[in-house]
């Protein structure tokens, strides 16, 4: 019975992560007109997105070693990803 509730909420983590990541990507457009911005500035900004994505693998392996692995999952996927994109959100919104 509780066998297909871990590749479920596997499933839906890994969709909530490429829907927050692929998100800037539907917003070019809005953001290049809106903050009166280049498209090499549209370039850097996405840049700057991604950048996390190269260090937080290092961090989660560390969460890993001191919480444990279901300890790490739920403090990664559900407040360090979050909390980028809506970073992200309100850095759009503010300017």
């Known amino acids: 019975k509780y066998k297909w ?3 479920m909420l596997v499933g839906l983590i890994m969709f ?7 998100s800037v990507g539907a917003l070019e457009k809005q953001l290049e007109h809106n903050l009166k911005m280049s498209s090499n500035a549209y370039l850097d900004l996405n840049a700057m997105y991604f950048f996390p ?3 937080t693998p290092l961090l ?6 001191r ?3 279901t300890a790490a999952c739920y403090l990664y996927s559900t407040s360090l990803a979050s909390l980028g994109f809506v970073i992200f959100a309100l850095g759009v919104q503010f300017k």
């Open 5 to 7: 509730c871990i590749p």
């Open 16 to 22: 909530g992560n490429h829907y927050t990541r692929d």
């Open 53 to 55: 994505n190269i260090l």
């Open 60 to 65: 989660a392996g560390l969460l890993i070693d």
């Open 67 to 69: 919480l444990g692995g």
